[in-house]
């Protein structure tokens, strides 16, 4: 089956320094990406839609300018937290829809953890 | 209104028998997708099994199938002979009309824990 691969798994940084989260989809062309957030025992927050060569469209609530998201190819997709502060420590967990098929497929996740 | 509804913070089951994990969901739309995805302690989003609203015939997949009431917007998912793997989240989910570019929505999930 299609597999999506996200690096890293984990992360420690400390707060006002930048992290970039990778999102590829290994085998098959995903012209759609989504960025999730999820907090313990919760379910996935949608913060935005990603489509090749396009902008990303961000859900409300979500700052475009502190999660900067760039698909700038049919296979990679990228989330940079910029400035990360304490608050932004959370689960981010990116899905690709494509491949001929209707299923989502994820990534496995990135522990975000700032100091 | 919420489009998923997973109204079981918490199940369990004793291994080897089976548990049903309800979800209902709530769209105008004709054409939809249904899914159900399970989340170990790991993290990752594990796709168990789907279901397309004009599917007639409910969606199995080995242990796994999905009992599809469309007139009661339903979408339990059921697994039978339940193993100690099968401790996780369960999250239902759903995704209107065809277009891959279509976001998916998720209930709140549903702790399963097996127990010996």
């Known amino acids: 089956g299609a597999v999506v691969s996200q690096h890293p798994s984990r992360v420690i940084c400390k707060s006002g320094t930048s992290v970039k989260i990778e999102c590829r989809s290994l085998d098959f062309q995903a012209t759609t990406m989504f960025w999730y957030r999820q907090f313990p025992k919760q379910s996935l927050m949608l913060m935005a839609t990603s489509n090749e060569g396009s902008k990303a469209t961000y859900e409300q609530g979500v700052e475009k300018d502190k999660f900067l998201i760039n698909h700038a190819s049919l296979t990679l997709s990228t989330l940079t937290v910029t400035s990360a502060h304490p608050e932004d420590s959370s689960f981010y967990i990116c899905?690709?829809?494509?491949?001929?098929?209707?299923?989502?497929?994820f990534g496995s996740g990135t522990q975000l953890s700032v100091l | 209104a919420q489009k998923i509804t997973q109204t079981q913070p918490g199940m369990f089951v004793q291994e080897k028998e089976a548990v049903t994990l309800d979800c209902t969901y709530d769209?105008?739309?004709?054409?939809?997708?249904l899914f159900w995805y399970k989340q170990p302690s790991s993290g990752e989003m594990i796709f168990l099994i789907y279901q397309g609203s004009y599917d007639e015939q409910n969606a199995t997949e080995g242990r796994y199938s999905l009992n599809f009431q469309k007139a009661r917007k339903s979408a339990n998912l059921v697994i039978s002979a339940s193993q100690l793997g099968d401790s996780a989240m369960y999250f239902c989910?759903?995704?209107?009309?065809?277009?891959?570019?279509?976001?998916?929505?998720f209930g709140t999930g549903t702790s399963l824990t097996v127990i010996p």
């Open positions: 989910a759903m995704r209107e009309g065809w277009n891959t570019g279509n976001q998916f929505y």
């Open positions: 769209t105008s739309d004709q054409s939809y997708g």
């Open positions: 899905s690709a829809s494509g491949g001929g098929g209707e299923k989502l497929f």
